[in-house]
């Protein structure tokens, strides 16, 4: 159960929007910054153990409250809000206070500093950030919309072009398939050609052994009957005799 109790009279602690927030490298918490009291820096700090390694965004919600975390690059940001505060909100602090955090610390000593050793320099800037995000979240929430439908469009505008290349990609396959179709029908026109010559030689080569059958059968016809080829004599003979 999450127990929080009153601390300074701000505009933040007015609103009470977030009640916590920290900056860690890993598990080590190197700066932070609350009003409050109570026992939410313990469960924020239970949450951060069980925590993936890979750059992402979760939320987890326990009595009415919400603990927000933004892990990239191996540190950890983390604001425990009201339920009532809309998640984008609390990440848009998140990605303000990462912002800052890399501007001053990225490739330093933030590396290397110890837990909490960070408090004095940036927790003040954690809180600054805070008031912010509660004074100009209409705005804030406008940019969202803004960027949400920036992405929208950059999404459908890759669909788009990814349906583009793959029609593309269809019609040179298509293509392909047409100069396959127009290649086969070429070897087809060669082979039909061969064939035909092919038929026709046959052919021929019929028809030849049909005339020399018939000139064989002629020919068999002719001496069986002329007995050899006495026929041409007799009749030259019989000519010859007559008066």
């Known amino acids: 159960m999450v127990s929080v109790g009153g601390g300074m009279g701000d505009k933040q602690q007015e609103e009470g929007w977030f009640i916590y927030s920290f900056v860690a490298r890993g598990t080590i918490v190197l700066a932070e910054f609350t009003e409050y009291t109570g ?4 469960i924020a700090a239970q949450c951060l153990q069980r925590l993936p390694a890979s750059n992402n965004r979760y939320t987890y919600a326990c009595d009415h409250h919400t603990f927000n975390f933004l892990l990239h690059d191996g ?3 983390c604001v425990v809000a009201k339920e009532s ?3 984008h909100i609390s990440m848009a602090l998140l990605e303000r206070v990462k912002a800052d955090f890399k501007k001053r610390y ?4 933030a590396d290397t500093a110890i837990a909490k050793s960070l408090n004095k320099e940036f927790g003040s800037v954690i809180k600054e950030h805070m008031q912010y995000t509660i004074e100009h979240a209409d705005e804030i929430e406008k940019l969202l919309k803004v960027k949400a439908q920036i992405s929208e469009i950059k ?3 890759f669909e788009n072009i990814e349906k583009a290349i793959d029609r593309g990609e269809k019609l040179n396959e298509l293509a392909e398939k047409t100069t396959d179709l127009h290649s086969q029908a070429q070897d087809f026109r060669k082979q039909g050609t061969k064939i035909r ?3 026709w030689f046959h052919n021929m080569k019929i028809k030849l052994l049909i005339l020399g ?4 059968l002629v020919l068999i016809i002719w001496v069986s009957i002329c007995q050899g080829f006495n026929c041409t004599k007799q009749e030259d003979g019989n000519a ?3 008066p």
């Open 197 to 199: 010559k092919k038929m």
């Open 106 to 109: 990225g490739g330093g000593k």
């Open 155 to 157: 999404s459908i505008m």
């Open 85 to 87: 505060v809309p998640k």
């Open 39 to 42: 026992n939410f820096p313990a």
């Open 213 to 216: 059958i018939l000139l064989l």
């Open 75 to 77: 540190y950890v940001y």
């Open 240 to 242: 010859n005799t007559k």
